[in-house]
C-alpha cells in the first residue's frame, strides 16, 4: 500500500514561512519523481516544484526564488521550504509520487494540507 501524508501547514502572516513535509510509505521511494502541487476553490492543480530522482529540481515561475523542494531519501521524506509567503501562496498543498514504467504510469497523492497567508 501507497501513502502519502502531508504536514506542516497552517497559518501564515505575509512575509513569512512554513516547511512542508510529506513522508511517504512507498516502495523505492527514491526512483520517483517527488513534487508538490496546490489548488484553490475553482483552480486547477498546479504544479509548484519538484524533484526527480537524481536531485533535480525545477518550479514554477511563481515561487523560483521563495520555495525549495528537497527529499531526504534514507527517511523517505519530502519538503517544500516556503519563504516570503504571499496570499496568493494560499491553497491546499498535495504532495505526490510519480513514476513511469514501460507499461504504466504510477501516480499517488496524499491528502493535503491547508496553508493560509493573510494577515
Known amino acids: 500500500q501507497v501513502q502519502l501524508v502531508e504536514s506542516g501547514g497552517g497559518l501564515v502572516q505575509p512575509g513569512g514561512s512554513l516547511r512542508l513535509t510529506c513522508a511517504a510509505s512507498?516502495?523505492?521511494?527514491?526512483?520517483?519523481?517527488m513534487n508538490w502541487y496546490r489548488q484553490t476553490p475553482g483552480n486547477q492543480r498546479e504544479l509548484v516544484a519538484s524533484i526527480n530522482s537524481g536531485g533535480s529540481t525545477d518550479y514554477a515561475d511563481s515561487v523560483k526564488g521563495r520555495f525549495t523542494i528537497s527529499r531526504d531519501n534514507p527517511k523517505n521524506l519530502v519538503y517544500l521550504q516556503m519563504n516570503s509567503l504571499k496570499p496568493e501562496d494560499t491553497a491546499v498543498y498535495y504532495c505526490n509520487a510519480e513514476y513511469s514504467d514501460w507499461d504504466r504510469d504510477y501516480d499517488y497523492w496524499g491528502q493535503g494540507t491547508q496553508v493560509t497567508v493573510s494577515s
Open positions: 512507498i516502495g523505492i521511494f527514491d526512483i520517483y519523481t
